[in-house]
């Protein structure tokens, strides 16, 4: 598996600011996506990054919101716009060889918006 | 879409003993079956996975069973350790569905020496 690394680990932001989290694969990767972590929750698909072109959202997920970017086959990044307490939470990114499946997570990016 | 169930949400067995944790899934093109094991404050750790064309799978203690025709599959721990306590996701993956993995809502399973 690929080693994937986040940057910040967190983060205590003000409300109706943004916040850019940086996700980077040590290996190229077909594949990646980003996901919420609410407290004690399940894992919550956010999007699918697509290289070149505009990330594919799930249901509740908007581009204005959480604008992602994906230049090449290593590194994504997710910015959560406008911020508000309801958008506290673990973001997470995921990335996946197409041949495998298995997808492995980055550590994480624990955001507090005050 | 794909919709998973995951039960119970929380587990206490005491070490030494088994544990199962069951999950359903509804897309019958779902094709790929993982496992991840959560510690606190840490991220999802692949355990064990299993592909639709196989019905069981094992790595030591731990075992995977996948049910295809009732679209169900469990995690199987045996002689169950302290440090196995952790949250246990199960997720399903279809790879016709764009290769987005559906996470159940998790076990939280306690092993109690």
């Known amino acids: 598996s690929a080693v994937i690394s986040q940057k910040p680990s967190r983060d205590i932001c003000q409300r109706g600011t943004s916040l850019t989290i940086q996700c980077q694969v040590d290996s190229q990767v077909t594949m990646m996506f980003w996901y919420r972590q609410q407290p004690g929750q399940s894992l919550t698909l956010i999007a699918t990054a697509n290289q070149g072109s505009e990330a594919t959202y799930e249901s509740g997920f908007v581009i204005d919101k959480f604008p992602i970017s994906r230049p090449n086959l290593t590194f994504s990044t997710l910015t959560v716009s406008n911020m508000s307490p309801e958008d506290s939470s673990i973001y997470l990114c995921s990335g996946m060889r197409e041949s495998y499946n298995e997808q492995f997570f980055g550590p994480g990016t624990r955001l507090t918006v005050l | 879409g794909e919709n998973v169930e995951q039960h119970p949400s929380t587990l206490s067995v005491q070490e030494g003993d088994s544990a199962v944790i069951k999950c359903t899934y509804s897309?019958?093109?779902?094709?790929?079956f993982p496992w991840y094991k959560q510690e606190l404050g840490k991220r999802p750790q692949l355990i064990i996975d299993i592909r639709s064309n196989v019905g069981e799978k094992k790595d030591q203690r731990i075992a995977v069973t996948l049910n295809k025709t009732a679209k169900h599959f469990s995690l199987h721990i045996t002689e169950t350790q302290p440090e196995d306590s952790a949250v246990y996701f199960c997720a399903a993956l279809s790879y016709n569905q764009g290769g987005k993995l559906i996470f159940g809502q998790g076990t939280e399973l306690s092993v109690k020496p």
């Open positions: 897309d019958s093109a779902s094709n790929y």
